[in-house]
């Protein structure tokens, strides 16, 4: 079905220590993965894309790990910083034409 | 370049009355979405505007809801009459293509329905 799930709700990271937030998909024939910030009293904001042809990709501290085989997405942030503060949603596509899926979200809190 | 903006940012309405959001996507932009996140779940796809045809609106709730994208401009979705379940935040996107298509979002109107 149409699913985007992710395995913990909330995170709480020591600032510096680098942050792993999962996800789990179902649906297989995806081919185009996203991952969103949302600060509160704000609309989630694009951080990072990654396609099926791609296992990893690296942006400005923050790299995405696609598992298609276990159909698991990973973002990871290193040197977490008070701004990373947010809920971090995945999302799919699953044809070019299709509407992007959103799962649930995951809220990292970050420790001084 | 001035970014997805959404009227109002917050609406308090009583069960039964009928509420406008507005979304203004980005200038340019053909694709118009709108979604809808309540109570910290997932965010919900409702539909997909492009330019002024509804490419889907699979995910509109019921015929409660009724959006609309005159000229392929800006677009308002309608809830008419509201219910209690309808309370949430209302997030407009617009993108420039769909396939592999970046985002852009409002910061959402928060719907309270009492």
């Known amino acids: 079905g149409e699913s985007v799930g992710l395995h913990l709700p909330t995170l709480s990271v020591q600032e510096g220590d680098n942050s792993i937030i999962n996800c789990a998909y179902s649906?297989?024939?995806?081919?185009?993965f996203i991952w969103y910030k949302q600060e509160s009293g704000k609309g989630p904001q694009f951080i990072i894309d990654?396609?099926?042809?791609?296992d990893k990709r690296q942006g400005q501290r923050v790299t995405v790990l696609l598992n298609k085989t276990v159909k698991h997405l990973s973002l990871q942030i290193a040197a977490t910083q008070p701004g990373d503060s947010a809920v971090y949603f995945c999302?799919?596509?699953?044809?070019?034409?299709?509407?992007?899926?959103f799962g649930s979200g995951t809220r990292l809190s970050i420790r001084p | 370049e001035a970014g997805v903006t959404q009227f109002p940012s917050h609406s308090v309405i009583e069960k039964g009355q009928t509420v406008t959001l507005r979304c203004d996507p980005i200038?340019?932009?053909?694709?118009l979405y709108w979604y809808r996140r309540v109570m910290g779940k997932e965010i919900k796809f409702l539909l997909h505007?492009?330019?002024?045809?509804?490419?889907?609106e699979s995910g509109m709730p019921n015929n409660r809801f009724l959006a609309e994208r005159t000229g392929g401009t800006y677009s308002t979705l309608k809830v008419q009459p509201a219910e209690l379940e309808d309370s949430g935040v209302y997030f407009c996107?617009?993108?420039?293509?769909?396939?592999?298509?970046?985002?852009?979002f409002g910061s959402g109107t928060q719907l309270s329905v009492l």
């Open positions: 649906n297989s024939a995806s081919d185009y």
């Open positions: 505007f492009v330019k002024e045809s509804k490419q889907d």
């Open positions: 999302a799919e596509q699953y044809s070019s034409a299709s509407k992007i899926i």
């Open positions: 996107a617009s993108s420039s293509t769909v396939a592999y298509g970046k985002l852009f």
């Open positions: 200038s340019g932009h053909d694709n």
């Open positions: 990654i396609r099926s042809n791609m």
